[in-house]
Nanobody, 115 residues
Framework: VQLVESGGGLVLPGGSLRLSCAAS????????MSWYRQAPGKERELVAV????????NYADSVKGRFTISRDNAKNTVYLQMNSLKPEDTAVYFC?????????WGQGTQVTVSS
């Protein structure tokens, strides 16, 4: 299993970023995918989840209405569209898949929201 995140960077408050997570090594379309984030000195927290077919999503209260998780099963990729970014969204963002009770993580991509 390999998960590779990309798309992070430095953005002004109120700006937008789109994160991508390219997956390989497993049948992507069979598994729910999720995005987590970890800010300095804080625990890793769940941001968003999408079901295997993309038909259902769920979000942390802190990002509802601003972030959108989606997936393209033909491209084995899950996305996180982040709008109206705030300084408190600054964190390393990770994608995750759980297979047979084991969690697999990507290496993460840094998102910094600052003026």
């Amino acid at each position: 299993v390999q998960l590779v995140e990309s798309g992070g960077g430095l953005v002004l408050p109120g700006g937008s970023l789109r994160l991508s997570c390219a997956a390989s090594g497993f049948t992507f379309s069979s598994y729910a995918m999720s995005w987590y984030r970890q800010a300095p000195g804080k625990e890793r927290e769940l941001v968003a989840v999408v079901t295997s077919d993309g038909g259902s999503t769920n979000y942390a209260d802190s990002v509802k209405g601003r972030f959108t998780i989606s997936r393209d099963n033909a491209k084995n990729t899950v996305y996180l569209q982040m709008n109206s970014l705030k300084p408190e969204d600054t964190a390393v963002y990770f994608c995750k898949v759980t297979r047979w009770g084991r969690a697999y993580w990507g290496q993460g991509t840094q998102v910094t929201v600052s003026s």
